[in-house]
């Protein structure tokens, strides 16, 4: 089983295919829902699965400091520990690092920080971090690399996109392939076109099993997400997958999608089904509003998932308003079938090269749709 | 379709039968788990059904107060509400006014008492307390009483039966009959022999569709409990359900079943579930123990539910370190699961004559259980 991504059908730039790994097949385009600590925040292994999701993304950082990456080897991988026996990709640790650890300390060679649970030093190099997800049995890695903050000057991304090209060739010689299994790179660069496409082409010239853009959904709007995709996605090879990095929303999606993206991942439909966001063809609604107190209607009438065949959304506004846990449950369950849902329309829409229609029709649906 | 319950079996004074209602049948003895403001927490309804559960309570105090009696009614009734088509039966809210709500002020008519929520005015009658359990379509109704404190003298016990036999009739009066719905008396007493007859005997000259003990598991202990059920179980009919209110561990479960008592509801599979302490047939345990945090062993080999058949103690343990909604959803599934088999077991052996025989063989598997 060859590690390897089969493009069956294009329309534009964008691209429908399947992506081959040791633990099964991923449908591309691919939402990837967030399975932090080794668990899809409130969906059981059965839910995931039920929403269409075919591979999850895990954390390296939060699992080196818990449970830690060998006692979970020592347990049987991560597969295994969270009964997801499909593709799992684990990112490297390092954008957590720098957004959860205190006392940070970059070096040429990694980085040393302080844990956020305990205050316990670690060190994450790229051989430390491509090690951790070997262990993780990860069937995809990513390299070590610094999020460029944002803004950064044309010389900061410069230098910050430099250090992660080192970290990416360093990982590349620390990863042991294995059939089916995959490492990727990350395109960093900030802003800056010919800054991102330097990086494209040191990646290349490592080579990779598919390639990242990262750096990217950190402050800088939507408009500027898609340009830096149009100056960078010419630099990659057709024949690899595309990974989008913590993005987005689901027009954030859409728009990554019709420009050649094959594979997403973000916190957004869980971390909103905890906080009563629901993501819907009509829209974003806050379901504590009180407008749904007395709404016997089904939150999303053109959604499957349990939320919404068989409840109201009273009952849904009942159980976020009485703080009952099946609030988040019921409602995290929806937005990943929202996600997944919206994924295997545009897989559609991309075989009947009618992407561009389906686009529009779903914006037209979020006329109601608060700001995100 | 009447309110009937049949016997189909006994073995010494336990005996296993079907409870027939409008909303299907309900094997005896029965464990119900507590659905308090709608939802039993951390759980689906799938999960529930999944348990082998057929019916639940609800609490008429959550409900009334969030998200009200004549909302659910509105919206079709707490079995649609809640998505549970099956039998439900409802408290009356007295327990919870008087261990819950602020400034409660009890009379001869009922209770007046300020929500714990929101500090706004309520007032509780036997006649409100019997529509508001109608308005939610409550297939089992329980009568207004008052929950005797313990301790109580001998006097205080009786007036307080005296006040609840006079609420058990007004409740009466005010139950609107329908086929395949049920309104059970509550017989109170507290420890006094005496007092518990003189209130069997006034429950059965009103005449209910079955009668429960309640007053007890508030601190009176097991001895004292089973005590009260020997002097108790004699005075009512043997005809209609028995249902002892509010109790109890696996072992409580066990030895009321072996004294004739058909139906239970207890929050301690939930609560339990949501602190990391797992009912199993080897006994309890705390799941954050370090000592689980490596081991590769399924909670309860003997137990079919996700959290034994995918998962080990270590994973368990893991999510309940990192807080992980999945730890209490996993945890209190596998509770209800082994409440639900435990009920199981002992309807079967009471069917096959055995039941003291499994009584005892459960007890020993116990051997490691700490103190609950």
């Known amino acids: 089983m060859a590690f390897a991504l089969r493009i069956i059908a294009a329309d534009g730039t964008a691209r429908a295919g399947v992506l081959s790994t040791a633990h099964g097949d991923v449908l591309t385009p691919a939402f990837m829902p967030v399975g932090t600590a080794g668990t899809v925040k409130a969906m059981t292994p059965d839910a995931v699965r039920t929403t269409g999701t075919t591979i999850v993304l895990g954390n390296t950082y939060h699992l080196m400091l818990r449970p830690g990456a060998e006692r979970v080897a020592s347990l049987g991988g991560l597969h295994r520990f969270m009964d997801w026996p499909g593709p799992i990709l684990t990112d490297s ?75 990416a060739e360093r990982s590349r010689a620390a990863f042991r392939p294995r059939d089916g299994y995959g490492l990727f790179g990350i395109v960093q660069g900030s802003v800056y076109p010919d800054v991102r496409e330097a990086s494209a082409h040191a990646l290349l010239r490592i080579g990779f099993d598919g390639y990242a853009i990262g750096g990217l959904a950190i ?112 409602l995290t369950w929806h937005n990943v079938q929202y996600y997944q849902d919206l994924m295997r329309g545009l897989r559609t829409a991309i075989t009947e090269r009618r992407l561009d229609a389906l686009a529009a029709a779903v914006r037209a649906g979020w006329a109601q749709e608060e700001p995100p």
Request: charged content about 20%; some cysteine; glycine content about 6%.
């Open 93 to 167: 640790g390092g954008f957590q690092v720098m957004s959860l650890a205190k006392l940070r300390k970059l070096d040429v060679d990694g980085v040393t920080f302080q844990s956020h649970l305990d205050g316990s030093t670690h060190r994450l190099t790229p051989a430390r971090s491509v090690e951790i997800q070997h262990l993780l049995d990860a069937t995809i890695t990513m390299v070590l690399d610094e999020c460029t903050p944002f803004p950064a000057t044309p010389d900061e991304a410069r230098a910050s996109m430099q250090l992660s090209m080192r970290w």
């Open 219 to 330: 402050g800088e709007g939507q408009a500027t997400t898609f340009a830096v995709l149009d100056a960078t996605m010419p630099h990659l090879p057709a024949d690899a997958p595309r990974y989008l990095m913590g993005v987005g929303t689901p027009d954030d999606l859409i728009g990554a999608v019709q420009r050649g993206i094959d594979m997403f991942d973000c916190v957004i439909p869980t971390r909103a089904g905890r906080t009563a966001r629901a993501y819907t063809s009509d829209g974003v609604f806050n379901l504590r509003n009180a407008r749904f107190a007395d709404d016997a209607a089904p939150l999303d009438p053109a959604c499957a998932c349990p939320a919404c065949t068989r409840h109201s959304r009273a009952y849904l506004h009942h159980l976020f308003k009485a703080e009952e846990m099946l609030g988040p449950m019921l």
